[in-house]
């Protein structure tokens, strides 16, 4: 199984506040990610928090890293329906990222 | 400035062929990735690049695998006598330096091999 997890899917209604979370398992990481991804698109560097850290904020995303629980969330303010993609959470052990299967956000009018 | 490049972004291959995969990562990145994104993997780290070296060659998935970086800049991964399983989505990252955080990546080669 995934050593990070995270719901498959997530339906939001446009202008509401969405929470993806994921869970991870190895403490010693030393980078937590969200990267999105449109359909046909490669990977697209959301943000990232750094693991000695508990919260980031950038514009409308909010990071949140609980690292006793290993549990990491992004929020997004104001949902459109251009945030409508994949969202990956990642961790990063030494030098590579291991990711979870993503989770599919849909942005309903 | 330009992002990571790949090409081709399409590529159909029959089994048994030979494919090479390009990646040209962002200028002045001294460190490079390759990962692959299947359906039934999900997203897999295969082997990175400090300079032109692979220090960590384990993740390349079998002997039918390689990848070189030549000049520090651009790399090619090499699938020899590609097998159905090899389909996916072959996706190339670069960071600035090794220990920079934000890995940047290209928009991927998809490999169909038929």
């Known amino acids: 199984g995934e050593d990070v997890e995270q719901s498959l899917f997530l339906s939001v209604r446009e202008g509401d506040s969405s929470v993806i979370n994921c869970t991870y398992t190895d403490s010693s990481s030393t980078y937590l990610y969200w990267y999105k991804q449109e359909p046909g698109a490669g990977l697209q560097l959301l943000t990232y928090i750094f693991s000695n850290m508990d919260m980031k904020q950038d514009q409308r995303l909010t990071v949140l890293l609980n690292k006793k629980d290993k549990h990491l969330s992004l929020r997004i303010a104001d949902t459109q329906t251009g945030d409508s993609a994949i969202y990956f959470c990642?961790?990063?052990?030494?030098?590579?990222?291991?990711f979870g299967a993503g989770t599919t956000v849909t942005v309903r009018a | 400035g330009a992002g990571v490049s790949q090409s081709p972004s399409n590529k159909v291959t029959e089994k048994g062929k030979d494919v090479e995969l390009r990646c040209d990562p962002i200028?002045?990145?001294?460190?490079l990735y390759w990962y692959r994104q299947s359906l039934g993997q999900g997203l897999e780290f295969l082997i990175y690049f400090q300079g032109n070296s692979a220090p960590d060659k384990s993740g390349l998935p079998s002997d039918r695998f390689s990848a070189e970086r030549t000049g520090g800049s651009v790399s090619t991964l090499t699938i020899q006598r590609t097998q159905q399983e090899d389909s996916a989505v072959y996706l190339c990252a670069s960071s600035l330096t090794f220990g920079d955080p934000e890995q940047y990546f290209g928009p991927g080669t998809r490999l169909t091999v038929t």
């Open positions: 990642a961790e990063r052990r030494d030098y590579k990222l291991s």
């Open positions: 200028s002045g990145h001294t460190a």
